[in-house]
Each structure stands twice: as C-alpha cells, then as structure tokens.
C-alpha cells in the first residue's frame, strides 16, 4: 500500500557535525519526493524537493539524494547548527482519485548536542 | 512568500459542538488541503479542494466537512465534535500539482 516510512525515529548528532535523515517509500511511480521541517509549534516548512529524474539536489547547508533502485531518500545537513532541531517528515507525491497528493512519513526528531 | 493564516492557534470546545477552523492563503493557489497531525501517525490527509466550490475527500474525511466559498479560503467543520477529533489541525495550499505545499501554523484543538 502507500506508505512513506523513516528508518529512525530520532537521531541525536553534535554540533557541527553532518546529519543523515533517511525515508524509504514504497510506491515506484512516485514522481516528486518533498523535505519538510517542522519546529516545535509551526508547521511544516519546506527545506527541498526532488524528481525522480534526478539522484541529488543541493540546496544551502541541505541535500537530498534519491535512489530510485531501492526506493530510498536521504536528507543531509551539513555543519548542524542548534537550529536545525526540529522533526523532518519526507512527503511523497501519490496519484490520488485523479489529483495529486503528499503522503508524509511519520518524521523523525533530530537533536543538537552542544 | 505564500502565506498561509489558520485563525485559531488553539482551541478548546465541548463534546458535540459544531466547530469551524478556519484557513486563508494570499496567493492565488488553487489547491488547498487539511492535514491532523497525531503522535505516532504523522500527518493524515482530511479533504482537499482543487478549486472554489470543489472538495474531494482524503483518507480520513469521517465526522469532517468542509467549505470553499472563495478561492483564498477553505474551512474545515467538525459537525459535532469528539474527543478522538482532539488534534493539530494543519491547512496548506499549493499553485501547482505535484508541487509543495506551504503550511499553516496550525491550530491545536481540544475536544473536552
């Protein structure tokens, strides 16, 4: 069925490092694949997006890396600042009753050490 | 940037009251969604309109309607609110198919 998943729930890294945050989705077809971030109170806000005609997309401090061969999708950050703590939520783009829509994964919480 | 303005930041009603949340955007998108946000279930899709006048239900429209009147506006209704509808609410909109939505700030509602 349609379903965006996370591998971790949480993940914890130091400041300064390089953060990680990997989606597995399950439907092949998907043409679109969004990063949000979410900050406590907000709602989501969107960080980037990539078709599936492409396999990595930078943006400033972000990129998001596609492999369409296992249907896996990774945000990195680079250099983590404390700001970047929030829950970030891969959407995928699903044919829905002749429209289109985002089905989201169920996030995960990235923490900042000092 | 797009805007997009839920009127309530939170709200707190009683079991079996109609409720309206209410969700404004300010630039000419033609789609407009709403989302619950719960614990553990990530964001689940309520309905979503492509148009004035036009709605088509999500994957949980059950106890929910909603209204587009005008283009820039979309109401969810809780018709008789339930304490399982205790929830972040969360509208967004988009210009495009397939393309991202901006969210709202949502509204945490509290069914008593």
């Known amino acids: 069925g349609e379903s965006v998943g996370l591998h971790l729930p949480t993940l914890s890294v130091q400041e300064g490092d390089n953060s990680i945050i990997n989606c597995a989705y399950s439907?092949?077809?998907?043409?679109?694949f969004i990063w949000y971030k979410q900050e406590s109170g907000k709602g989501p806000q969107f960080i980037i997006d990539i078709r599936s005609n492409m396999d990595k997309r930078q943006g400033q401090r972000v990129t998001v890396l596609l492999n369409k061969t296992v249907k896996h999708l990774s945000l990195q950050i680079a250099a983590t600042q404390p700001g970047d703590s929030a829950v970030y939520f891969c959407?995928?783009?699903?044919?829905?009753?002749?429209?289109?829509?985002?089905?989201f994964g169920q996030g995960t919480r990235l923490t900042i050490n000092p | 940037d797009v805007k997009v303005t839920q009127s309530s930041r939170y709200l707190v009603k009683r079991t079996g009251e109609k409720v309206f949340l209410e969700c404004v955007q300010d630039m000419d998108h033609e789609n407009m969604f709403w989302y619950r946000q719960d614990p553990g279930l990530g964001l689940r899709l309520i309905y979503f309109?492509?148009?004035?006048?036009m709605k088509e239900k999500g994957d949980i429209p059950e106890g929910y309607s909603v209204s587009r009147e005008k283009k820039e506006r979309f109401s969810l209704i809780l018709e008789s609110a339930s304490t399982n509808q205790t929830s972040m609410y969360l509208c967004?909109?988009?210009?495009?198919w397939g393309y991202g939505y901006t969210f709202g700030s949502g509204t945490r509602l509290t069914v008593v």
């Open positions: 439907n092949s077809a998907s043409d679109y």
């Open positions: 967004a909109s988009s210009l495009f």
């Open positions: 309109s492509y148009d004035v006048k």
């Open positions: 959407a995928e783009n699903l044919q829905h009753q002749g429209a289109q829509k985002l089905v």
